[in-house]
């Protein structure tokens, strides 16, 4: 007897990926784009990854930046990382923020596990509220 599990529903309301523009070489990067998508998906350019992931670092928001590592496709950038940590370059909860899995399921479930690992950082409702402040004032100086 095949047991049919139900989907879960996900804790985000909105999914970010960043995808290239062009299928690469590999079908298996087209494929797991797919499969990816039939589970998300907005897309976003590459240097609006790396704000993402500064954002997060700064404290503005709490949300993982996440890597489909199709063939070991962003090993590189991995290992980067993980040297920068070593190094002394990047904190471990900077490097936190950014997960990775080799399958769509997998990392869906990795960043549904995120818990946000804060350094030093300002409170999110601090950035906010200096979020309507600056509004504020725009506003009173266009009056």
């Known amino acids: 007897m095949e047991i049919q599990q139900q989907p879960t529903k996900s804790r985000f309301r909105r999914i970010c990926v960043y995808c290239g523009s062009s299928p690469g070489k590999s079908p298996s990067y087209q494929l797991a784009a797919i499969q990816l998508g039939e589970q998300l998906v907005d897309m976003v350019p590459w240097k609006k990854l790396l704000e993402i992931i500064t954002w997060a670092q700064l404290g503005i928001h709490d ?5 489909l590592n199709v063939d070991g496709y962003y090993n590189s950038l991995l ?6 940590v070593d190094e002394g370059f990047v904190t471990p909860a900077a490097r936190h923020i950014i997960v990775s899995a080799h399958t769509a399921q997998d990392l869906m479930c990795k960043l549904e596990e995120y818990v946000p690992k804060h350094c030093g950082v300002a409170p999110k409702l601090s950035w906010e509220m200096e979020q309507q402040l600056v509004n504020t004032a725009k506003s009173d100086i266009s009056r």
């Open 63 to 67: 949300k993982p930046v996440g890597l």
């Open 79 to 84: 290992a980067f990382m993980d040297k920068a």
